[in-house]
């Protein structure tokens, strides 16, 4: 046997386990970001040295605006300027209509109430039911039967109208019949021949003839 022996072999490096490498990646991760805050803290203190401190800088003084009250003679004018909007009521035409000539005993006639602008300048006008008229007369003009007569909580109501704008009311007439203070009502009015004067405010129409059929 021969005397030569061999060289003794190296031991192999051993293989570091994952969970350690995880742990030192995490803790050299918070190391750089502690670093990163220091540097950025450190930046701006020394920009804090340049800049003045909030003492040193003026306060801005209230600047007060004095309104001037305007004069009897502007307020006058102003209400004027308003009193302007309203409409005239001659510029303004009031027609009725029915919804037929004729009615027989079970049909219940349906009155028109229209009312136009004929102006020139765009007005405002009162056309709620304040101002609103369906009044029905015989033929010989006696009354028998006013919206107003009878008309609870009355309404206003301001619409504003164009030059050449047209506005339509309805109402159905129950062929009824009152007094001029509502005190009697006649619950079903004879047949015949009967006419309708609407109106709106100061404006009256043309009355409009129609006629209730007997059975």
């Known amino acids: ?12 490096p051993r293989k570091i386990p994952p969970h350690i490498l995880r742990r030192r990646r995490i803790v050299a991760v918070i190391i750089l970001l502690i670093l990163l805050a220091l540097i950025g803290w450190g930046i701006w203190a020394l920009i804090g040295l340049f800049l ?3 003492d040193d800088q003026a306060t801005p003084q209230p600047t007060v605006t004095e309104t001037a009250s305007p004069s009897p003679e502007e307020s006058e004018e102003h ?19 029915t919804d037929q000539d004729s009615y027989g005993p079970d049909e219940i006639p349906e009155f028109t109430l229209t009312v136009t602008h004929d102006g020139d300048v765009l007005c405002d006008a009162s056309l709620g039911s304040d101002q609103q008229s369906f009044v029905v007369e015989d033929a010989d003009g006696e009354f028998v039967f ?4 009878c008309q609870v909580d009355p309404q206003e109501q301001i619409v504003e109208m164009e030059p050449g704008q ?28 009967y006419q309708l004067v609407v109106a709106m405010g100061e404006r009256e129409a043309e009355p409009v003839t129609f006629e209730l059929e007997e059975d």
């Open 52 to 54: 003045p401190d909030d």
């Open 146 to 149: 006013s919206t107003r007569a």
């Open 166 to 193: 047209s506005e339509e009311v309805t109402f159905e007439w129950e062929r009824v019949g009152t007094d001029e203070d509502c005190e009697t009502i006649i619950d079903e009015v004879e047949p015949g021949e």
């Open 79 to 97: 209400d004027d300027e308003q009193s302007a909007d309203a409409c005239d009521p001659q510029m303004l035409t009031v027609t009725g209509g």
């Open 1 to 12: 046997m021969s005397d030569q022996q061999l060289p003794p072999q190296q031991p192999r």
